[in-house]
């Protein structure tokens, strides 16, 4: 089967090898047999661009599903306990309608629960760092599901330790096979919205009473209007998300970016402890330097602003911008790979020209260069 036909971009080559596995014990013996060998996993390929030659490889197409509440949450919480290949938004479905709070405002976000906290998925002030508990994972060589705490996955800005970023390779090579969430029990009754950033995303007053059912249908309507929501009837949807990342710059970059530019500054990271040995301590203490301020600067602005309007393409080219944001490459119908990697090369190429700034993508690239 090629990987066109798996992937929510719709292109990719059939790769050498494809295997499908539904339980744990079939991933664990799937991934025994590729140590050593060029592989990936697949899960709803809604974040992959795959090339157009044939994959020399095996593919490992996760297929387990499923979740149930386990013990273990602090009162007031659930804890559930999600397998990697479950639907995400089939997921956040079934927890809206239980009245668990924490993933609403990530409703109509593709893929599978496992790949979720490796780029750290959110959206309009919900991420799943505030609610990931651990994920079961199995390391690169090993033959054992282990444990893992969701503080030591590395996890910031769509990203973690686990993440394939686009020219490196991951801190830590691993495939996860469960995930566990701790989800606030709310009920399903209207109730005001605590978060800021999701009632302003969702224009809600601050003493609005909503229910999580109404966050997530509003949550579902202005991720259709940019086109975030799959859809086989519209083109726009024909994507990988959001293919370039909101680049993180100083403030100084951020301050001499037009005025309109949308900016939103981050948290500074807190000064580790210092420790000393008090047998070899020389009393002398090394002054705290400070880290520079840091600003998440909007990739879909300066796309726009560089000169490339929404449903730009490049001529005789079958991939194109969205019609609907910026942000989202698009395959227009029998867009090939390369297609989709030049229209990206120029995208990086034009916000670079006009800014100053590298726009680098999102996705998991196979076969793929920029």
């Known amino acids: 089967m090629r990987l066109a036909d798996l992937t929510t971009i719709g292109v990719g080559a059939e790769p050498a090898r494809m295997v499908d596995v539904r339980t744990r014990d079939e991933l664990l013996a799937a991934l025994q ?50 397998e990697a290949g479950q639907n995400w938004d089939d997921f956040v479905a079934w ?22 906290p490796i780029q750290n998925v959110g ?5 799943i760092v505030q609610t990931l508990v651990s994920v079961d994972l199995i390391d ?32 830590r090579s691993a495939v996860i096979v469960g995930v566990t969430l701790d989800l606030r029990v709310v009920g399903t009754e209207p109730r005001p919205v605590a978060d800021a950033r999701i009632r302003s995303a969702l224009g809600l007053a601050a003493d609005e009473a909503v229910a999580l059912a109404d966050v997530r249908e509003r949550v579902l309507q202005i991720r259709r209007a ?22 993180i710059v100083s403030d100084d970059i951020a301050r001499a970016l037009p005025d309109g530019c949308p900016t939103y500054p981050l948290e500074p990271e807190v000064e580790q402890e210092q420790v000393f040995d008090l047998a070899t301590w ?7 330097v400070p880290q520079p301020a840091l600003v998440k600067v909007s990739a879909a602005w300066l796309i726009e602003n ?31 790979a390369e297609e989709i990697a030049e229209l990206a090369r120029f ?21 793929v260069e920029l």
């Open 347 to 367: 995208v990086r190429t034009r916000v670079a020209a006009e800014y100053g700034i590298e726009l680098n993508p999102e996705p998991v690239f196979v076969g």
């Open 282 to 288: 020389d009393g002398q203490v090394a002054p705290i």
């Open 123 to 127: 959206a309009y002030g919900q991420e």
């Open 33 to 82: 047999d590729v140590w050593g060998e060029e592989w990936f996993v697949l899960g709803g390929g809604s974040n992959l661009l795959v090339g157009d030659e044939e994959f020399d490889g095996t593919v490992i197409r996760i297929l387990t599903g499923g979740h149930a509440p386990v013990d273990g949450a602090a009162d007031g919480y659930q804890r559930v306990a999600i």
């Open 226 to 247: 940019k086109g975030m929501v799959l859809d086989p009837d519209d083109a726009d949807t024909r994507s990988a998300g959001s293919f370039f990342n909101n680049p």
């Open 95 to 116: 927890a809206v309608s239980q009245g668990l709070q924490g993933v609403e405002a990530m409703s109509g976000i593709p893929g599978t629960a496992g790949a979720a």
């Open 140 to 171: 690169e060589g090993s033959s054992e599901i282990v444990t893992v705490p969701a503080g030591d996955l590395g996890l910031g800005p769509r990203t973690s330790d686990l993440k394939r970023h686009y020219g490196s390779v991951p801190e």
């Open 306 to 336: 560089s000169g490339l309007p929404k449903g730009f393409a490049l001529p005789g080219s079958r991939a194109s911008l969205s019609t609907k944001h910026t942000l989202a490459l698009t395959n227009r119908g029998g867009a090939s």
